[in-house]
């Protein structure tokens, strides 16, 4: 258990929804990370908050948004769902986000 | 465009023999490599790592080499076992102030047959 607890496990949704997606970071940890892994493809960094500031942005869609917390938990809105962004999305926390990575176990989402 | 390729999407190892995975890279501004192991259900979790001044780090049965001039990083798992049976994901570090910002390669299946 690396302490990185992400809800829900799986989504099932359809084209044009909304939804979002929770991280709670280890205990301690100031930075999260949201990381896209799609089917036949590494993980793929979208965006990186530090203690509520977004610090670093990746290949997020303009259709995505997040934010990170007062109590430091971060969600990930997705929006305007297409089926190309059924995924599995990780949630990682370091305690200054300038080292090793703790990952949370996913959130499955398929878009139908 | 790749910047850290793993060309073997799957790798099958008798058990107790030595598991090699490959993984190359195209950027030259990385300078640390960080190899993670995924269960299925479970997120990646750290495995080992190296630095760019560093041609080797080992770790019990882990070991990493890198070969700057190459621009390729090897992970060899000696000896195999059945628990090591996993998805192994090679990623580079760019140097940078506060982000830890990972790019990854697709991964490895290894599957350790008992």
């Known amino acids: 258990d690396s302490g990185v607890t992400q809800t829900p496990k799986h989504l099932i949704t359809a084209t044009g929804q909304r939804v979002t997606l929770r991280c709670s970071p280890r205990?301690?940890?100031?930075?999260v990370y949201w990381y896209q892994q799609s089917l036949d493809q590494g993980l793929q960094f979208l965006i990186q908050?530090?203690?509520?500031?977004?610090?670093a942005k990746g290949n997020i869609l303009e259709r995505f948004s997040a934010q990170q917390f007062p109590d430091l938990h971060s969600e990930l809105n997705l929006s305007s769902l297409e089926l190309g962004d059924s995924a599995l999305y990780f949630c990682?926390?370091?305690?200054?986000?300038?080292?090793?990575?703790?990952f949370g176990s996913g959130t499955q989402l398929s878009v139908l | 465009d790749q910047q850290v390729k793993q060309n073997s999407p799957s790798l099958s190892v008798q058990e107790g023999r030595i598991s090699i995975l490959n993984c190359d890279y195209t950027?030259?501004?990385?300078?640390?490599f960080l190899w993670y192991k995924k269960y299925p259900a479970e997120g990646p979790t750290f495995l080992i790592s190296?630095?760019?001044?560093?041609d080797k780090n080992e770790d019990g049965r882990f070991t990493v080499f890198l070969n700057k001039s190459a621009k390729h990083l090897s992970l060899h798992i000696v000896p195999s076992q059945p628990g090591d049976s996993a998805v192994y994901f090679c990623?580079?570090?760019?140097?940078?102030?506060?982000?830890?910002?990972?790019?990854f390669g697709k991964g490895t299946k290894l599957s350790v047959i008992p």
């Open positions: 990682a926390s370091s305690v200054t986000g300038n080292e090793k990575l703790f």
């Open positions: 205990s301690g940890d100031l930075s």
């Open positions: 190296i630095s760019s001044i560093k």
């Open positions: 908050y530090y203690n509520g500031e977004e610090r």
């Open positions: 990623a580079a570090l760019s140097p940078g102030a506060g982000s830890y910002q990972l790019t």
């Open positions: 950027n030259s501004m990385f300078d640390y």
